[in-house]
Each structure stands twice: as structure tokens, then as C-alpha cells.
């Protein structure tokens, strides 16, 4: 496709459960973000690809959460045991490094933990 | 560590006037810096970068300038329209280019 996608745009969960939520970036895109945006606020940082490794994954909160991009394409954010507070919108982004850092958004997955 | 901050007030203008929209930082100044918009429940869309050693970038209706004396970049929207209401996010990149970091975001609304 021409931008990226994530899916599913909106998740409803259980507090407890297990959840994954799925990026496809930009075709040719080397690097992949992913972010979490809570209403009011601007999106945080959680964890960076450069291909198929991360290269920074200091913005993960916990050990609950997990990213894996093993094709160096298609990224997956996993969160375990669910909590509440980790209602908000995932945000994925890829860009060419070769660039200044302009950063191509998806619209975003929407994580409603009940 | 370095912060970003946005007024969190929205800012009401009238359409026809500009827009001036601000982004403080803490300590060193970035390399650059960049502006997004987003609207509800969509992701944020670039818009423009300015660099550290440029004084002021164009684009169309939008300008932006960066003063390394203040530690502050201003976003200007002239002639501003309804259609520009929406969120503005400013961010930088951390010095290993490793990743982009926002502000808190102001939100726009123009009235007709």
C-alpha cells in the first residue's frame, strides 16, 4: 500500500489478556516506530527497528510489552497480562534513514482495556 | 534531560489572521526540529523541519523559525482557515538519530 497500516484500528480487551497489534510500513522503509499517544498528550517514544533488530527499546514501560520485526518489513507490538493504564493509541511510523527523520504515521490501533 | 514543551491551552483565532504556535526546549539545542499536524483519531502528518543553523523555513501558508538564543521555535499559520484547525506537535530528534520526540501538542481551532 502507499502509507503505513496498523491493525486492527480498535481493540477491546480484558484486563489480563494478551494482545498484538500489527504495523506494515512503507515498502523500502529500513526503519519502524512504534509509539503510544493517551488523549491530551503528544505520542511516546516505545521502541525503534532498524531492520529486523531494536535498536532502541528504552521507551518500552515493562517487561509486558515486546516488539519483533523478524523480516525487517511487518512489525508486531505484543502486550501480556493487559492492564488498564495501558489503554491508548498505538502509533506505528516508518521512514527511510537516509532522510532527516521525517517520520510517515499510520492511523494509529486503538487499545481499550476494560 | 532535554524537554519539549507546548502551551497545552488551545489557541482560538479568527479565520484571516495568523496563527503563531510555540515549542520551547530545555537544554541543548536539537539539530533540528520538526512540526506535525494531527487531527482526531488520525496519526500526525509531517508538515515541515527547520535545521539548526537555518533562521527560518517556508512552506505555502506555514513558516517556522528556530531561535538557538531563546530555545524556542514558533509555527506561523497566515491567512489561517477553518481547515487548519487541528493539533500541532513539534519534535526533535535525540542526538543519536535514533528517535523522534514530541511535545504534548497545541491545538488549533479557527472560526470562521
Known amino acids: 500500500g502507499a502509507g503505513v497500516s496498523q491493525t486492527p484500528s480498535n481493540k477491546v480487551t480484558e484486563k489480563g489478556k494478551y494482545v498484538e497489534l500489527r504495523c506494515d510500513p512503507i515498502?523500502?522503509?529500513?526503519?519502524l516506530y512504534w509509539y503510544r499517544q493517551s488523549l491530551g498528550q503528544g505520542p511516546e517514544f516505545l521502541i525503534y527497528?532498524?531492520?529486523?533488530?531494536?535498536?532502541?527499546d528504552s521507551g518500552l514501560p515493562n517487561d509486558r510489552f515486546f516488539a519483533v520485526r523478524p523480516e525487517g518489513s511487518v512489525s508486531t507490538l505484543k502486550i501480556q497480562r493487559t492492564e488498564r493504564g495501558d489503554s491508548a493509541v498505538y502509533l506505528c511510523?516508518?521512514?527511510?534513514?537516509?532522510?532527516?527523520?521525517?517520520?510517515?504515521f499510520g492511523e494509529g490501533s486503538r487499545l481499550t482495556v476494560l | 534531560s532535554q524537554k519539549i514543551e507546548q502551551n497545552s491551552e488551545a489557541l482560538n483565532i479568527q479565520e484571516g489572521k495568523t496563527a503563531t504556535l510555540t515549542c520551547n526546549y530545555t537544554?541543548?539545542?536539537?539539530?533540528?526540529l520538526q512540526w506535525y499536524r494531527q487531527d482526531p483519531g488520525r496519526g500526525p502528518v509531517f508538515l515541515l523541519l527547520?535545521?539548526?543553523?537555518?533562521k527560518e523555513k517556508r512552506k505555502e501558508r506555514l513558516k517556522v523559525t528556530f531561535d538557538t538564543t531563546l530555545k524556542q521555535s514558533l509555527f506561523h499559520i497566515t491567512a489561517s482557515q477553518p481547515a487548519d484547525s487541528a493539533t500541532y506537535l513539534c519534535?526533535?530528534?535525540?542526538?543519536?538519530?535514533?528517535?523522534?520526540?514530541f511535545g504534548t501538542g497545541t491545538r488549533l481551532l479557527v472560526s470562521p
Open positions: 537544554n541543548y539545542s536539537p539539530a533540528y
Open positions: 527547520i535545521r539548526e543553523n537555518e
Open positions: 511510523a516508518s521512514n527511510l534513514m537516509e532522510n532527516t527523520g521525517e517520520l510517515f
Open positions: 527497528f532498524q531492520g529486523t533488530g531494536a535498536a532502541d
Open positions: 519534535a526533535y530528534m535525540n542526538t543519536g538519530f535514533q528517535k523522534l520526540v
Open positions: 515498502s523500502g522503509h529500513t526503519a
